[in-house]
């Protein structure tokens, strides 16, 4: 497994946007496809957006099409979301998420192993 950790998140009011990092350390992440999920107070976690272990494929939850972008440095063992036109809606903490499996079955099943402890963004409306 990886170790995941995330940053960037905060308080930033609608419209505006923010830049969420996942830095990994342990195994070779550039093996690894990496998500983004969030959880808002009450209710399940969601799915944001993956990208695989290339970066050469990217796959969005409809919600954040078009204001959310997902990328990746392998070099620097990190993987970003850039969140712009933000929404109050948007507010929850965010997961990001490795696994090693192939992308078209983490694409379907959204299962992935490892998980980083969650950083909180807050959109002020």
């Known amino acids: 497994q990886v170790q995941l950790v995330e940053s960037g998140g905060g308080l930033v009011q609608a419209g505006g946007s923010l830049r969420l990092s996942c830095a990994a350390s342990?195994?070779?992440?550039?093996?690894?496809?990496v998500g983004w999920f969030r959880q808002a107070p009450g209710k399940e976690r969601e799915f944001v957006v993956a990208?695989?272990?290339?970066?050469?494929?990217?796959y969005y939850a409809d919600s954040v099409k078009g204001r959310f972008t997902i990328s990746r440095d392998n070099a620097k063992n990190t993987v970003y979301l850039q969140m712009n036109i933000l929404k109050p809606e948007d507010t929850a903490v965010y997961y990001c998420?490795?696994?090693?499996?192939?992308?078209?079955?983490?694409?379907?099943?959204?299962?992935?192993?490892?998980w980083g402890q969650g950083t909180q963004v807050t959109v002020s409306s």
């Open positions: 998420a490795a696994d090693p499996k192939s992308w078209i079955i983490l694409t379907s099943t959204r299962k992935f192993g490892s």
């Open positions: 342990g195994r070779t992440f550039s093996n690894y496809a």
């Open positions: 990208v695989s272990s290339s970066g050469g494929s990217t």
